[in-house]
């Protein structure tokens, strides 16, 4: 059945069909849309803080989505809002094989495609580095998620983003750097299964996220 629902809905447009319709209808004032994986969809959970309280974010992160089907919602979920930025935060189920093996250049090319459309309609672009993994938490008998993620592509996909996003003036959002351990991964403080940042982790991600956004309207 779950198989059945992604053949029908690949890129889960329905998720917020309804949601984007009522923000439209009330012409909901958005300054910026993160647009995301299940880092960015977790991110309104109360147990996290919330998504940016009292700020006109929006929220249109789903949960195991890789940058192809991203780059179908681009329209739907993040363009029809005209924001006047969009926050980025994707590769890490590319590199995963979410839907199906990825090279890193047709990741690279996802995430181009997304910033050029955004930037052809007038917004600012900030593009996050993909998280750290670790394997601090693995359960007996669970495939650790530094073979799944491995580090050496997660470094050079974010070695490209922040060179794409220098060249294109774009904004570069560093979680990575400020997340990772001495031993080059994830700290073991910030997530409970070496992937999902924990209320600890999007404390630290929160302000980073901010200080771009900021820094794009600039």
């Known amino acids: 059945m779950r198989n059945d629902a992604r053949l029908r809905d690949w890129a889960q447009l329905d998720r917020y069909r309804i949601a984007n319709g009522d923000l439209q209808r009330a012409a909901t004032k958005v300054t910026a849309v993160f647009l995301g994986d299940s880092i960015t969809d977790s991110w309104s959970n109360e147990q996290y803080g919330g998504f940016f309280p009292g700020k006109d974010y929006l929220n249109r992160g789903i949960s195991g ?6 780059l179908v919602r681009m ?3 993040v363009l029809a809002f005209s924001p006047k930025v969009i926050v980025l935060l994707a590769g890490t189920n590319d590199i995963a094989g979410n839907t199906g093996p990825e090279t890193d250049e047709e990741i690279q090319r996802n995430i181009a ?28 008998g669970a495939v650790a998620q530094t073979f799944r993620r491995p580090p050496a592509r997660i470094n050079t996909l974010n070695t490209w983003i922040k060179g794409y996003a220098g060249a294109h003036n774009h904004v570069y959002l560093d979680y990575f750097s400020a997340m990772i ?3 080059g991964m994830l700290r073991a ?6 992937l999902h940042p924990n209320a600890r982790g999007y404390a630290i991600m929160g302000p980073l996220a901010e200080a771009a956004v900021a820094h794009a309207l600039r």
């Open 181 to 183: 351990d001495d031993k």
């Open 65 to 70: 989505q890789t940058t192809p089907q991203m």
């Open 75 to 77: 329209k739907p979920d």
């Open 189 to 194: 403080e910030l997530s409970e299964d070496d």
């Open 113 to 140: 495609a997304i910033a050029e459309l955004g930037a052809a309609n007038n917004a600012r672009i900030v593009l996050a580095s993909v998280l750290p993994v670790s394997n601090y938490h693995v359960t007996p």
